[in-house]
Structure formats: structure tokens, C-alpha cells
């Protein structure tokens, strides 16, 4: 199945770009999807995901045709 | 003669039989106490002219007593002149909730009681600390007090009509829904990452689903205001900034990008308020 995978540059996903489709295997989590990408398990917790604009947590699954925005809020204020 | 003529006069419209001289004109409108400066279609007219300037049909005059608040009254009028009617009624009506008064919050609060928002919800638990004075909208005066009392006093100073609820507090996952219960929108306005997630975090909840937050995040240092942006995060969440700039060792918390940020903030408040979004 397909999604549309958004992301700020800092979390230097590496293989495809931010606003791009992605092949993401049926069943998968978010939280395992950012283990595909290589984002340790404490990196982790500091993730939002938004799909398709709700707050959902890591554990997530994905569906075909979602929109994963990985919101990670930075500071300054 | 005509229907006479229409001027507007400290804002609202007045109907008068005919041109008249700014003096006589002054006579009528004036008679309790004349006004420090008088202003015509722009201009300051020194009071020794008062007498060979036409007020004729469309001129606006604007009378000033020096340092003089405007009754609750007038300020309303200005204020619904300068914002249109049909924008002001929404900003009147609106009660909107500020969490955190640093360089974002104390911005975007006094952006939005210089707009005329009925009521603000004004929380910070923290102090003016000299280091604050680069970005945020306090002077030296200032430093030492509580950022809640500082800013209070400071709105007070420009429009002291709007209704001011203040808390100082550390808002946590607990109180933030008691505290911001009666407002329409909230804006985050943190420095912390952890507090920033908090918010978005209790804005899915239930008891927030009918209420807006307008969050922030990637304001830091000098790069193009132009990468800062808002954009809709879920139903009732929307974010400014560019995502990617935290502040941090060689990427400085500073005025400019700041206040941009805290205008996107302000901004996108009043057009939630207005229906426009």
C-alpha cells in the first residue's frame, strides 16, 4: 500500500522525500515504520503523527491512501 | 442648499446642515472642553487657524486631549472603524487563551488587545528576566516582575476595555482545561519542546474538540521569515513556523523572526474568530 509521508529535514529520513508516496508494507505501525527509517525508540516519544490531520499515536496502524505528517515540535518560543 | 453635508467626527459619522468653520464646528461638538490637538483630514491645524479652515462635506476631523484614554464608548468606535463592523463584533465576542508570555505570548497578547478581543486569558508562571528583552515585549522597568502583571499593565496602558483574566501558573496536562475552559482559541506560546507537545497533545481530547490552538514552532534565528508559514495540523490545531529552527548554541532566539512568527499566531486567532477559516 501506498502513503503520502511528510516530515521536518532535521529527522534526516534518508530514501524518500518529505511531501512524497511511500510503499509501506500492509499492517505496519508508525512506530515501526520510523524503525525502518532507522529513528531510535527514544527519538521516538518526541513524535506527533498526524494522519490525514487527527493526532494519532506511534502505535498506529497505517492504512492505504493515509497521509503521515511526523510533527516534531521544536523549541523556542 | 442640499441634505447638508456628512463629516466624520472622532469616527463616526455626523450630519451637518451645511460647511461650517473648524472653530464653530468646535463651538457645538466642544463646548465642555476644547481639545488639545485638532487634526483635519490628516493634518494637525494649530488652534490660531481654527477659524479660516472649511469642514465641508466628506472632511474627517479627529479632536485629541492629550494623553486622554478615549471613553469605553469611543474606543469602541475607533476601533470598529479601523477594523470594519463586520469584522469587530467577532473579535468583541471572542475570549481567546494565551499559554506562556515570552517572546511569542507577549507579542501575540498585545496584537490581539490592540484589536479589540473581548477577553484574554493571560498564563506564566515566570518573571522578566534581563535576557528577555531581546525579543519580548517588556522593558527594564519590567524586570524582576511577574510577566502576567508586567503585560496586564502594559495592555492597560493602550486598550483598558479588554477583560483580562490572568494566571500564574505552570500549566501542566491537568490544568489546562480548567484554565482555558472559557475560551474560544488558545495560543501556545512555550519555549519548551515538552510543553509545545502537551498542548497539541490535550487539544484532541474531548472536552477540547470544539475549541482552536494555534501552536508554534521553528522561530529561531535569521533566516528568511518568508520559510515561516502556517499551516492546519489537524482539525482544531494550527501551526506556525518553519518546523525546523530550534533555538539552541549558534541559533538564537531573536525579535524579527519572533514577532513574525507571534504575527502568523495573532493572525491566524482573528481569522478563526471571523469564520474565515
Partial sequence: MRIVLEFPGFLQITGVDSGGTSEVAEGKTVSQLLDDFGIAYDHQRYIIPIVNREEKRLDYVLQDGDHLFLYVPVGGG | MGDGIKIRLNEKTIRLDSPVCLRSLLEVECAEKIPDVVVVNGFPVASADWGGVLIRDGDVVVLISRGEMPSDNEFVSMLTARNSPALQGFFSDG?????????????????LARTGIGALVLVDFDVVEPSNLNRQCYDAADIGRYKVD????????????????????????????????DCD?????????????????????????????????????????????????????FLCGDLESAAGPGEGLMAPRVMVAAGHQATVVLRLLAGRI
Fill in chain 2, 95 to 111: 475570549t481567546v487563551g494565551v499559554a506562556g508570555l515570552g517572546g511569542l505570548g507577549s507579542h501575540v497578547a498585545t496584537a
Fill in chain 2, 150 to 181: 508586567a503585560l496586564a499593565e502594559r495592555i492597560s496602558r493602550f486598550n483598558p476595555f479588554v477583560q483580562l483574566n490572568l494566571h500564574r501558573l505552570k500549566l501542566d496536562e491537568t490544568t489546562v482545561f480548567p484554565v482555558f475552559s
Fill in chain 2, 185 to 237: 482559541v488558545v495560543v501556545e506560546a512555550f519555549d519548551s519542546v515538552e510543553a509545545k507537545a502537551m498542548m497539541v497533545k490535550s487539544f484532541s481530547h474531548p472536552s477540547f474538540r470544539s475549541k482552536f490552538l494555534v501552536t508554534a514552532s521553528g522561530l529561531a534565528g535569521i533566516g528568511s521569515p518568508n520559510e515561516i508559514r502556517t499551516r492546519q495540523l489537524t482539525r482544531n490545531v
